[in-house]
């Protein structure tokens, strides 16, 4: 749990007022020089007093919504979220930000959605979306405009969050480079509000490392620095480095004196993290200099200030502090309850985050792929010739592997049939009793591979697409001048992505219908769902123009599999882009009635009959249309739709009608 900054991002319409009632300000009308003011306050007292801050944010928007004045609505919005992210109320931070978002959206100005997506960043990886929190600072990296005034001043802040997520993950690699990052554009932008954050960082990897004099006079001129600018969060990091740095040394009086320096600067700044970890650290350097009955007081300190606040990775902290205080003082019973709280929360952590550690290896294979492309592709012009004849083998060879799949998939169904045949005939014979076990026994390991097959499948079929689309992108750039060679190539693209899209319907139909996966339905916020999925069809909407609102409320809930709502949602926006013409409308609309949520994908596009309405969810019909510009699909995608609304307690209407359009609603519990 490091600490991340928030960009208080350059500025829009509110939808709601989340300090009326708090404050009583003055109805005087404001101007321009007034409301800066006030967000230069506001911004200034962030790191200093979280409650001071949020008192001028709050005013910012009394003053801002008298003006309507949406470039400081929003930027209060985003002052609000900051205070709620230090005080680690993350889930209301996060519909901040969306607020936040929705206006610079309007406001339509990039850096402002650059900030907003770094701002996502630090959120979700606080929340331990490690993975998702990288996504959406490399975001923020692309959405940054390079012409800037402020291009080195965000990327020193975007580089130095980025710093903190690899250290959360025990990269210390990817830390320094990214901590040599920023410090480099703060410097070339004089942002030295931020340099002595970076040197209590270094100050940390050289106590990692083993070198605490180092360590100390980086720690020691990062407080320096920190007490000119009254940064009391920094501060508290830097008196913590610098008790660390004197215990290892032995000297424990004056560790103790500089971690209760620490603890003071803490509770001045508010933060009750910050609290319950200088409390923490406070209880280990006691109980290292044999104070056993103080560390185990201040372990319990810890625990107070850990258990109001929803954080697992602090818990785990302060539970294993607080055992081998209980421990030193002779509590056994105790300890080892606080011991089985650590490993508890510890295996609960190493779940969590396994899957984002898997991805993030995964990208970084996928990038050291995409280098390695880049390097084969910088040959002459004849070698990007002969490169035409591997193209189409390799087009050829995704052909031959669709045909072996679909193979394997009727294989599979025949398995499935003679399975039901061979547990029938057990009934009959209980006298048997011994060989219907083994039988038993065989048919659980050819289930076993059948889903272990499945999965091989799912990985080797999906890694080769991506790495082919890489190559063809780098092939469509690199030629300008042969353009027969050119075409050829978007064309085997175009084939290739269709031939993937294909392939990831049928794996994941084929696993709803062959593999024993359990529906586990949970509370579901529908409009940041749909914000992702939006920005996964950004290309295609772009090249047709296509107008795409998205009309929902923030809160609005839906119980349902995540998952499954995911896969359900992409498919009927894939189907509502594919069929809509150019300059076409499509909208994603959701309302709660009498219990239930109401989600309907609308378009205006080629739309259907009746008759082919009726073959959407037929298995046997095998049905499936041309988009607007010929794009191919399998008809599987309406199947997997209706599996999933049925798995979830849900209905599935439609209505359409030839060149008209099509409205598929999905009826869901509600949260």
């Keep these: 749990m490091n600490i991340r900054y928030l960009l208080l991002p350059l500025l ?18 404001s101007t321009k020089d007034t409301l800066l003011e006030l967000t230069i306050k506001m911004e200034e007292w962030v790191y200093k007093n979280i409650d001071s801050s949020r008192y001028y944010a709050c005013k910012l928007m009394n003053e801002s919504l008298l003006k309507n004045d949406s470039f400081y609505i929003a930027y209060a919005y985003t002052g609000l979220s900051s205070t709620l992210f230090y005080q680690y109320r993350l889930d209301e931070a996060l519909e901040y930000l969306h607020v936040s978002y929705d206006i610079y959206q309007n406001i339509g100005d990039s850096s402002d959605l650059s900030d907003a997506y770094m701002n996502f960043g630090n959120v979700y990886t606080e929340m331990g979306f490690f993975e998702k929190g990288l996504n959406y600072y490399k975001s923020a990296e692309d959405y940054l405009p390079k012409n800037s005034e402020w291009l080195h001043y965000n990327l020193a802040y975007l580089y130095y969050n980025t710093s903190q997520t690899f250290m959360d993950l025990g990269d210390f690699i990817n830390t320094q480079e990214y901590l040599n990052k920023a410090e480099h554009n703060a410097l070339q932008d004089s942002a030295y509000e931020l340099l002595f954050a970076i040197k209590n960082v270094n100050a940390e990897l050289l106590l990692i490392e083993g070198k605490d004099e180092e360590a100390r006079k980086y720690a020691q001129l990062a407080l320096n620095q920190a007490k000119e600018y009254g940064d009391l969060l920094e501060q508290s990091k830097s008196l913590e480095l610098l008790a660390q740095v004197h215990a290892n040394y032995g000297n424990h009086t004056k560790a103790i004196s ?60 302060i539970a294993l502090i607080l055992g081998q205080a209980l421990e030193s003082n002779n509590f056994p019973k105790e300890a080892l309850q606080a011991y089985k709280r650590y490993y508890s929360y510890k295996d609960t952590l190493a779940k969590i985050n396994i899957h984002e550690r898997i991805l993030l290896t995964q990208n970084k294979i996928q990038s050291q792929e995409a280098e ?64 219907l076990n083994n039988t038993n026994q065989a048919l659980r390991q050819l289930n076993e591979g059948k889903d272990k097959l499945l999965s091989i499948l799912t990985h080797d079929l999906k890694q080769p697409f991506n790495q082919t689309l890489q190559l063809l992108e780098i092939l469509d750039h690199e030629m300008n001048e042969d353009e027969d060679l050119r075409e050829l190539t978007r064309k085997v693209k175009d084939t290739v992505e269709n031939t993937k899209g294909t392939v990831d319907n049928l794996l994941t139909w084929t696993k709803s219908q062959f593999t024993n996966l359990k529906t ?44 499954h709502l995911e896969i359900i949602l992409r498919n009927l926006l894939q189907n509502a882009v594919k069929f809509s013409n150019s300059g076409g409308e499509i909208s994603l609309r959701a309302i709660k009635e009498m219990g239930n949520v109401h989600i309907e994908v609308s378009d205006n596009g080629k739309g259907m009959d009746h008759e082919q309405i009726k073959k959407l969810f037929d298995v046997n019909a095998h049905f499936s249309t041309p988009g607007t510009l010929n794009e191919k699909g399998t008809g599987l995608g309406m199947l997997i739709v209706n599996d999933f609304v049925q798995e979830n307690n849900g209905q599935l209407e439609v209505e359409s009608k030839p060149n008209k359009g099509s409205t598929f609603r999905i009826i869901l519990p509600a949260a």
């Design 12 to 29: 829009a319409t509110a939808h709601f007022i989340p300090c009326a009632g708090q404050q009583n300000f003055d109805d005087t009308t």
């Design 258 to 317: 500089f971690q209760k320096q620490a603890l003071e600067k803490a509770i001045e700044f508010g933060e009750p993290v910050e609290i319950a970890k200088q409390y923490g650290h406070l209880s280990s350097i006691m109980l290292s200099s044999g104070k056993n009955q103080a560390a185990l007081e201040y372990a319990e300190i810890a625990q107070k200030y850990a258990d109001t606040i929803k954080s697992q990775l602090l818990h785990k902290d």
């Design 372 to 435: 390695l492309l880049k390097a084969k592709n910088s040959f002459q012009q004849s070698v990007i010739k002969q490169d035409r004849i591997v193209m189409i083998g390799i087009g050829t060879a995704f052909i031959l592997a669709l045909i072996i799949l679909l193979i394997l998939l009727k294989s599979l169904r025949r398995k499935h049939h003679s399975q039901q045949i061979i547990e029938g005939k057990q009934k009959l014979l209980n006298a048997k009793s011994e060989e």
């Design 520 to 563: 586990r339905p949970k509370a579901v916020l529908i409009k940041p769902l749909a914000m992702e999925l939006r920005a996964e069809f950004t290309n295609a909407i772009e090249q047709k123009r296509i107008n795409f609102q998205i009309e929902m409320e923030l809160g609005l809930k839906v119980l349902a599999d995540p998952n």
